[in-house]
């Protein structure tokens, strides 16, 4: 079946480590998405891609990086320099046209060792 | 910026009755797309349904419906005949009409709904 695969699905980070979470997508879609989710603040977007090779920052950017290589996979890196990397993170993916709902992944959960 | 607006934090509803979240959005755009996301314990994302701006009638998927208000900027969902597997985190979603970076969604706070038996 066509879907999002999001892993792992939890990861702990110590101090001053960078860790990459993986996002694959084999439903042939063009844009990507990274979501951050804290309780009671909804999906903040981290960064998005709407091609291979380009990308753009979201809301909360700062302290993450990504890449988009090929059309099947978003990682997102989480650097030291976001010092409160605790969350719920969200991979999404939607096809071409702004009534293409996004389809999402099972979600990270990324805590502090 | 647009924003979204859940004013509900949280509902709740019996089972077999009817339950209504309440989503207002702020834009100065005329051509847009509207969405209501499920999120159950699972936390798995789920669309229930989607509305086009320029649409005037109001969609429906099943038991939910929605009302939606384009110069009042609301757009509520209606669950009718509430089931168990409803319960879950609701969240409203607004997503630009144009091209380029606008195929991102903006995301309200969400309404957790519980169901009773």
């Known amino acids: 079946d066509g879907g999002i695969t999001q892993s792992p699905k939890y990861l702990f980070r110590k101090e001053g480590q960078n860790v990459t979470l993986s996002c694959e997508q084999n439903?042939?879609?063009?844009?990507m998405y990274w979501y951050r989710q804290d309780p009671g603040q909804g999906l903040r977007l981290i960064y998005y891609s709407q091609i291979v090779n380009d990308f753009q920052k979201g809301d909360i950017a700062e302290g993450y990086s990504v890449s988009r290589e090929k059309k099947e996979s978003f990682p997102l890196t989480v650097t030291s320099a976001q010092k409160n990397p605790t969350a719920f993170y969200l991979c999404?993916?939607?096809?071409?046209?702004?009534?293409?709902?996004?389809?999402f992944g099972d979600g990270t959960r990324l805590s502090i060792l | 910026a647009q924003t979204v607006t859940q004013s509900q934090p949280e509902m709740s509803v019996q089972e077999a009755e009817t339950v209504t979240l309440s989503c207002t959005y702020d834009?100065?755009?005329?051509?847009?797309?509207l969405f209501w996301y499920k999120q159950p314990p699972s936390r798995q994302m789920i669309l229930v349904i989607r509305q086009e701006a320029y649409k005037q009638q109001n969609a429906t998927e099943n038991r939910f419906s929605v009302n939606f208000q384009k110069a009042a900027k609301s757009f509520s969902l209606k669950i009718s005949d509430s089931q168990l597997g409803d319960a879950a985190m609701y969240f409203c979603a607004y997503r630009s009409g144009g091209g380029g970076s606008n195929y991102k969604l903006t995301f309200g706070k969400g309404t957790l709904l519980t169901v009773n038996p």
């Open positions: 439903l042939n879609h063009d844009a």
């Open positions: 834009t100065s755009e005329s051509d847009y797309y």
């Open positions: 999404a993916s939607s096809g071409q046209g702004g009534y293409q709902p996004q389809h």
